[in-house]
């Protein structure tokens, strides 16, 4: 294992997908840009394509082929086609479970013995593809930020990476899962006569300045990460606070306020695990222990 080959399984991981033909494998990638404009009013899709020679000088000695790059208004694809003989898509396949994409993919456990370099790797690919940091992804004070990581359907990959973070020791702030008490736990939404409202992506936030370890690799993500980590440093400061007794800690960690919520009647949706269906939850907390992330 090295540091490329750990960044591709992130890349994959976080929204690729693998197509197998008789004779070739297809790898695509997808970068989405939910936003024209970085935070800086910098066109979004200039910055993606300047960051692809450094994803390029990454993957192309591992990869030993071209990748292929397009480009739509709201999303970038990076993609190659090997050999179904070839070694590093037989490795891709034993690392992804020979899952067909992000949706149904589960982090090898190989990975949690990764070197603390190798999972960085990895995590940077995974945010590459599933992150963003913007101002509106602010905690109450507009200079507390944090990066989202979004993970659509796939509530075992939440746990997975939430779980990769805490062993190189980057506590996830929060998880807004898609669970009907997390994204309409007034009923509001279901009484106003949509109850699917809920089914939506899930979302791992983490404070700017302790995803810094991490970064990114695409440019305009890296630089609104560095410009918004030293914001919330110095707004935490400002306030005569103490920023890591503030941002690195565990929820296990935290005093629990119990707020009780109502029983929604989606409880039993399929769209929810069986593991977890049936049951109703007031935070998020605990249907991130049940599911497995915890001390």
Known sequence: MNIEMAYLLGLICGNGEIKRGQLDTNV??????????????????????????????????LIGTGINFTQQDNRSTLSFTKANTDYLIREILR?????????????????????????????????????YIRRSNYFFEKHLHRVYLEVPHNW?????????????????????WAHPNMRDGNLRKFNQGFPDFWKKEHQIKIWANEFEPIGFAVLHKKE???????????????NSKDV????????????????????????????????????????????????????
């Not at 994409?101 to 599933?130: C, M, P, W």
């Open 28 to 61: 695509s990638i997808e970068i989405p840009h939910k936003k024209l404009a970085t935070e800086q009013n910098s066109d979004v899709r200039i910055y993606i394509k300047a960051s692809i020679a450094d994803i390029r000088t990454i993957l192309e000695p």
């Open 95 to 131: 690392f992804v479970g020979h899952a067909s994409s992000h949706e149904n993919i589960r982090v090898s456990q190989e990975v949690f013995g990764f070197t603390r370099d190798q999972k960085i790797y990895f995590l940077k690919g995974f945010a590459d593809v599933t992150g």
């Open 156 to 176: 075992e990959l939440v746990v997975d990476i939430c779980n990769v973070l805490k062993d190189i020791d980057i506590p996830v702030q929060s998880i807004d």
């Open 224 to 238: 609104t990460l560095d410009l918004f980590a030293q914001e919330l440093i110095e707004g935490i400061k400002g």
């Open 244 to 295: 890591l007794s503030l941002t690195h800690r565990y929820y296990w960690n935290n005093q629990n306020i119990k707020r009780t919520k109502p029983i929604h009647p989606q409880e039993n949706d399929p769209f929810i695990p069986i593991a977890i269906r049936g049951k109703h939850y007031d935070s998020w907390k605990e249907i991130a222990e049940d599911l497995g992330y915890k001390k």
